[in-house]
């Protein structure tokens, strides 16, 4: 399964603007993976977002 296939899009956007939390979110084990999928959902505004994937991932 690839989670990055499925991603809120809100979250694969602010992904592709960091290339470098794209490389930290691919590298984490599949459950952390859903983990932050599943707090993504819960974001609503594009600032929580960036702040969400500019911070630390693990």
Do not use: K, Y
């Not at 990055?4 to 979110?25: C, K, S, Y």
Request: proline share 9%.
């Amino acid at each position: 399964m690839d989670p990055t296939r499925d991603l809120p899009l809100g979250f694969g956007m602010a992904l592709m603007q960091n290339r470098a939390a794209f490389r930290a979110f691919r590298a984490l084990p599949p459950e952390r993976q859903q983990e932050l999928i599943a707090r993504t959902r819960a974001v609503s505004f594009r600032e929580e977002m960036r702040s969400l994937v500019g911070g630390p991932l693990s």
